[in-house]
């Protein structure tokens, strides 16, 4: 499936209602997210087959790394990398990484948090920058709920080299505690440029399905 059509001038609904239709009761949200690429593709190269390469850390984190690696393969599908054969060298490695970084907020953090019908005491939620948060309560005091920033990175390089080609990295936040569903969005993301490059940083939206 080509994300591309889903931001494109007209198509952007049509999509959305036909991922509904095939996903059963699956629903299709989009998710939006900041992206930066960086590096310098071959003019003429196709994606080729690819491999994973697992940082000395990652390594020692086997399953976290897996996880990773899952949730990138179908945006390097989707760019037209396509899994190295078994016993042939690959085109291009492939390193992934992803951060989650939970953000809390107090009250007394913005005047605008405080007084009136938006919050403070007794208020039902917060109101800033145009934003409604929802209400997190602790004792008398209305404290808004953790936002979480998320960033996943791409890093793509020649086999027979070792030269950097391209790099690419995409971030969203949201207060949605579980990432493991916005992982493979996001790679969507990061991804979804290639093998251009734009304005750093520049947003993107792309579909993304919840059950």
């Known amino acids: ?118 919050g403070g005491f007794g208020g039902y939620g917060g109101w800033r920058h145009g934003t409604w948060r929802g209400p997190y309560w602790g004792g008398s005091l209305l404290y808004p709920a953790p936002r979480y920033d998320r960033e996943v990175a791409v890093l793509l390089r020649d086999r027979a080299s070792g030269k950097p080609l391209f790099e690419t990295r995409a971030s969203s936040d949201s207060y949605q505690r579980n990432s493991a569903p916005l992982l493979a969005p996001l790679f969507a993301a990061a991804m979804l440029d290639f093998p251009q490059l734009g304005i750093n940083p520049h947003r993107v939206t792309v579909p993304q399905t919840t059950e």
């Open 1 to 118: 499936m080509n994300l591309r059509r889903f931001i494109g001038p007209g198509s952007f609904a049509a999509a959305l209602g036909a991922m509904a239709l095939l996903s059963g009761c699956a629903a299709v949200s989009t998710l939006s997210a900041d992206v930066a690429s960086f590096g310098d593709w071959p003019a003429g190269r196709a994606a080729g087959s690819y491999a994973f390469e697992r940082l000395p850390s990652q390594q020692a984190q086997a399953q976290a790394a897996q996880a990773l690696e899952d949730a990138a393969r179908p945006a390097l599908a989707r760019a037209g990398f396509v899994p190295v054969a078994a016993g042939a060298e690959p085109d291009v490695l492939v390193q992934v990484g992803a951060r989650v970084t939970r953000n809390e907020r107090s009250p007394w953090d913005d005047p605008l948090w405080w007084g009136g019908a938006w």
